[in-house]
């Protein structure tokens, strides 16, 4: 007997050999069980994260198997660490390079705020120069906050409209921090 | 210990430079001069090519700010002679309004990106250098951080505001 779960079907309309629902809710639930992430570690938090990765908390029963090196087929950004200023243009460069739709996850104390570095050379909090949908705190996070984190982003993903990166409002977020 | 004792590295340096180096004092047996902008390059060229001395290692330069000083800005020599097994201090005081101080890049390679640093962390120009440009930190960067009138904490920080603990 398997103890396999697999994820259950969106609300829809169920008859004798037909399922219907939503176009939003298939991808929403597709997307969502299959997020790339690209994770982005600069320090302590990133080691949290190998751990997260690893066999004990298992990142990839949550379908992120797939850990993309490469920010071209990345869904997700993962910022775990310190960001210092000079490193600024870089992690703004990686998140232009991802195609849309893409998410923002900021792990940490540092990325989320800056954290105990408030000095001349850290960057205070990633969100000065990229949007970002979900804040992990902690210094660092245990890998069930960076789980819990991770599932407040699926939760978006499913939820998320597939018109949503065409609205005037998610156009003037990006504008805000001029993306375009 | 060292092959020569201070007072040796003083009188060779004596020969010379009488009354253009002052002895600032000896903390934990590192002999600390002072000297002046004019003298500083001739300073440093014959510590290095005295065949007694040979201080051929700089050690690293870097900066001081005395706010409450008239001259702001005290550059700080560090050089080891290898041979000898000695060490020594030398220090320049400028003004902090208008730093400016000879290059070492002639004497040492090793004093570009030192040189650059200080100046990337205290606006000390270098005269005569290759390159002076920042070395650390971003590019666009206008103030020069390690100068007592730059800001510890970051002002763009808003969790840290004053009402937030009650002051």
Redesign the interface.
């Known amino acids: 007997m398997s103890d396999i779960q697999i994820v259950g079907a969106p609300a829809g309309v169920e008859g004798s050999g037909f399922f219907a629902t939503s176009l939003d809710k298939a991808v929403g639930l597709a997307r969502a069980n299959s997020l790339w992430p690209l994770p982005f570690a600069t320090s302590c938090c990133g080691i949290e994260f190998m751990a997260t990765m690893a066999s004990h908390y298992d990142l990839s029963r949550f379908g992120a198997e797939r850990l993309s090196f490469s920010p071209r087929q990345a869904d997700l950004l993962m910022v775990m660490g310190t960001i210092a200023k000079k490193m600024g243009p870089v992690l703004r460069q990686v998140y232009l390079q991802m195609a849309e739709p893409r998410w923002v996850i900021a792990v940490g104390a540092c990325a989320s705020s800056g954290g105990i570095f408030d000095t001349y050379s850290v960057l205070q909090g990633i969100d000065e120069i990229i949007p970002v949908d979900v804040y992990v705190p902690g210094c660092p996070p245990r890998p069930e906050a960076i789980i819990d984190g991770f599932m407040h982003i699926q939760e978006l993903v499913k939820t998320e409209s597939t018109r949503r990166r065409e609205t005037p409002e998610y156009q003037k977020l990006l504008a805000s921090y001029g993306i375009q | 210990m060292g092959k020569i004792t201070n007072e040796e590295v003083l009188n060779n340096i004596a020969t010379q430079f009488t009354d253009k180096v002052t002895v600032v004092g000896e903390p934990f047996g590192l002999l600390t001069l002072q000297t002046s902008t004019e003298t500083i390059t001739d300073l440093l060229s014959f510590l290095k090519s005295s065949p007694v001395l040979q201080f051929i290692y700089l050690t690293d330069i870097t900066a001081v700010h005395y706010p409450e000083q008239e001259l702001t800005i005290g550059v700080v020599y560090h050089l080891h002679s290898l041979v000898n097994n000695v060490r020594v201090r030398i220090k320049v005081f400028i003004d902090g309004d208008n730093c400016h101080i000879p290059t070492a890049t002639n004497l040492w390679n090793g004093a570009n990106w030192m040189e650059r640093e200080t100046y990337d962390y205290f606006g000390v120009i270098f005269d005569g250098h290759p390159d002076l440009r920042r070395i ?3 590019d666009d ?1 206008t ?1 020069f ?1 390690m100068r007592k009138e ?1 800001p ?3 002002p ?2 808003v ?2 505001k004053d009402y937030f603990f009650g002051r």
């Open positions: 650390l930190n971003v960067m103030a951080p730059f510890l904490e970051d763009n920080r969790d840290k």
